[in-house]
């Protein structure tokens, strides 16, 4: 994302982890147009220094894009309490925190008020994927603060939210970015969902998404008028999520007299 926008002549403050790991782009784009800035968002206190610093810079900010996650495999049992709480530590608590301080800055530092927000979830945060239960979770909460969020929002304050629902996209997630815990015996057969997700996740090429190809779909929001609150990307995204709608009212349909006369008479 960082390349593109840089190339179409966009001004960026790039926020990682490891700022050396765009020493490349700092060197070939002046600070009027870059500014790369360390932060952890697992470390809250960072996350409005940054903002302060993008201020800084160029004045405002129009676009946040909310990109940061870890994977962590394992199933519901298998998972360490202590992974599953790191892993919500960055794609919950990471990006809700970068969510509220987008709001405050789109609001209240930026004249006119407004801005786009970007929050990247993916199939596995509509719908659950086996082995990677903690993930999904994370995903889900996501998606709920920002279903919120969108429906919170004064329309005056000019904020556009947009929930970006990934599919398998060759990025570093399943490579550098990915723990995978033991597997307990009761899982381990070759049939069971989980050990199949395991065994898809651990192929070079278990991804079949041109990134770049998702980069340039997803800069094309930020120039709607009225962006949807949801945005599947990928078509095994947009079958899964198909499926899961349609499952929901057929279970609604089945059941919906199980609601009749529970009124307190």
């Known amino acids: 994302m ?5 190339k179409k002549g966009d001004k960026v403050a790039a926020t990682l982890r490891k ?10 784009y002046p600070t009027s147009q870059l500014v790369v800035v360390k932060l952890d968002v697992s470390q809250s206190p960072d996350i409005s220094p940054a903002f302060e610093t993008a201020r800084q810079a160029f004045g405002r900010i129009d676009v946040v894009f909310n990109n ?16 599953a709480r790191k892993l919500f530590d960055v794609n919950f608590w990471g990006a809700a925190n970068i969510t509220r301080e987008a709001v405050r800055f789109f609001r209240d530092v930026n004249s006119p008020a407004g801005g786009c927000l970007l929050q990247v979830s993916s199939q596995a945060g509509i719908v659950a994927c086996p082995a990677v239960g903690f993930y999904s979770a994370s995903k889900f909460a996501l998606e709920g603060l920002s ?3 969108a429906r919170e929002l004064d329309p005056a304050w000019n904020i556009r939210v947009t929930i970006i ?8 997630i ?15 057969f070759s049939a069971s969902p989980s050990s199949q997700i395991r065994a898809h996740l651990a192929l070079a090429d278990s991804n079949n998404g041109d990134v770049d190809k998702a ?10 008028d009225s962006p949807p609150l949801r945005l599947p990307l990928h078509n095994m995204t947009v079958a899964a999520v ?4 349609q499952n929901i009212l057929d279970e609604v349909d089945a059941y919906e007299s199980w609601s009749d006369d529970l009124y307190v008479r």
């Open 19 to 28: 700022p050396d790991d765009l020493a490349d782009l700092a060197a070939e």
């Open 68 to 83: 940061a996650g870890q994977m962590v495999v394992g199933e519901v049992e298998s998972l360490p309490e202590e992974d």
């Open 242 to 245: 198909k499926e899961k709608m």
């Open 174 to 188: 399943t490579k550098e970015n990915m723990k995978v815990s033991d597997q307990l015996p009761a899982y381990t």
């Open 2 to 6: 960082v390349e593109l926008l840089l």
């Open 215 to 224: 980069t340039a779909a997803m800069e094309k929001l930020v120039h709607l």
């Open 147 to 149: 279903e919120c969020l």
């Open 165 to 172: 629902e990934l599919g398998g996209f060759r990025t570093k």
